[in-house]
């Protein structure tokens, strides 16, 4: 009977382990695609905003990795194997919290960090073409006029990047039509920058949360089922 279980559980553990190395693979392209979107903005971003999908993607790595040495032990009812397989599911877990807490208990100060670097880099825009480069990117893709609107902007310091045609099809104003612009004239994008940007940050980062708690879920029952199998292993002996 003890035989019997112990096979159960074994094939039950190595099934759980080929789904937690796919887990694996899911969230190294759940990272790469969220760094992917935000990280064009990056010259608005500081290097810790940008920390959380790139931990996704080094826990993803070592998920596959975890993943098949439990695989591993599974299939050699290996004692030893199992534990060190069940305290890096530990390890990993507690590492996921960690970041998640942070990043919510630091969450204002990201905020207000991404904004004052906006400002910094709009004192620099006349000066700087990596700046020049990073709002008319940033203000034609995201649909979007300076920090917190158009008026951030001098009125004669305006990009042409701020504006847009007032229909579909119609030439795109020009140059001197947009720095004079007034909200009224329908050529400026009305909304500020850093909303856009903070709206974008908040979606990649509810999709960072839903993976991570699928994957934390995931964990707790891989370290159930390793210490399970690990004790009936040591009761066999």
């Given at each position: 009977m003890q035989s019997c279980e112990l096979s159960v559980i074994k094939y039950i553990l190595f099934t759980f382990n080929l789904v937690f190395a796919i887990s694996g693979i899911g969230l190294i392209v759940a990272g790469a695609l969220v760094l992917s979107d935000v990280g064009e903005f990056s010259d608005f971003m500081e290097g810790r905003i940008l920390?959380?999908?790139?931990?996704?993607?080094?826990?993803?790595?070592?998920?596959?990795?975890?993943?098949?040495?439990?695989?591993?032990?599974?299939?050699?009812?290996?004692?030893?194997?199992?534990?060190?397989?069940?305290?890096?599911?530990?390890i990993i877990l507690i590492i996921e919290l960690a970041v998640g807490i942070?990043?919510?208990?630091?969450?204002?100060?990201?905020?207000?960090?991404?904004?004052?670097?906006?400002?910094?880099?709009?004192?620099?825009?006349?000066?700087?073409?990596?700046?020049r480069d990073a709002w008319n990117r940033i203000q034609t893709k995201l649909m979007c006029c300076g920090v917190e609107g158009p008026t951030d902007w001098p009125e004669n310091a305006r990009p042409m990047s701020c504006c847009h045609p007032t229909r579909e099809g119609a030439p795109p104003p020009e140059s001197f039509h947009c720095q004079a612009a007034k909200p009224e004239d329908g050529i400026m994008y009305q909304d500020g920058c850093f909303y856009q940007l903070q709206a974008k940050a908040e979606s990649s980062a509810k999709i960072l949360i839903g993976v991570g708690i699928?994957?934390?879920?995931?964990?707790?029952?891989?370290?159930?089922l390793a210490c399970w199998l690990a004790s009936a292993i040591k009761n066999k002996e």
């Open positions: 920390a959380p999908p790139v931990v996704l993607i080094v826990t993803g790595c070592i998920v596959f990795l975890v993943a098949s040495l439990g695989c591993y032990g599974a299939i050699r009812e290996s004692y030893y194997m199992l534990m060190a397989f069940a305290v890096c599911l530990l942070a990043a919510a208990v630091y969450k204002n100060d990201f905020q207000m960090t991404m904004k004052d670097l906006m400002k910094s880099s709009m004192k620099r825009f006349e000066n700087s073409r990596t700046d699928g994957i934390a879920f995931i964990e707790v029952i891989g370290i159930i």
